[in-house]
């Protein structure tokens, strides 16, 4: 048995089956987003010369704080970690789907966040590469 079907179990809750499709939706979703935020990140790579500390950092940093839900940082660092850099995203909002804490609702939305910040990933990787002289100029 998984380990978070046995932590709900330990609190007399069985996991839902639309939790469990509310799950599998999110945590593409989850993935999506926190892909989209290190693409925007490389993006400026095309306007700045040496990235490789910055995202080396901005992933060790998020990988770390990743670890544990939103719910035990204080408020600035939640929305730190939702707005800034979407790792709390992708870990809070696909689990809480599992626990049954997220209604229809949050899912709908958070799909939506997941096309918008995609698409707006899109535009700025477009817009760096049509800015992009090459690396001899």
Known sequence: ????????????????A???VA????????????????LMVTSLAFRLVDLRDL???LFQGSSYSG???LG????W???ALTAIVPIGVAVTVPASALAGRLAWPGVVAALAVTVVV??????????????????SA
């Open 55 to 57: 995202l080396f950092r």
């Open 23 to 38: 799950y599998v939706l999110l945590v593409p979703a989850a993935a999506a987003v926190v892909y989209a935020f290190f």
């Open 67 to 69: 670890r544990w839900p």
């Open 118 to 135: 995609l698409a707006a990933t899109r535009w700025l990787f477009r817009r760096a590469i049509a800015g992009y002289s090459g690396a």
């Open 77 to 79: 660092l939640r929305v």
């Open 72 to 75: 035990i940082y204080p408020n």
């Open 18 to 20: 639309d939790d469990v």
């Open 1 to 16: 048995m998984s380990e978070s079907a046995t932590s709900a179990n330990a609190h007399g809750r069985r996991i839902a």
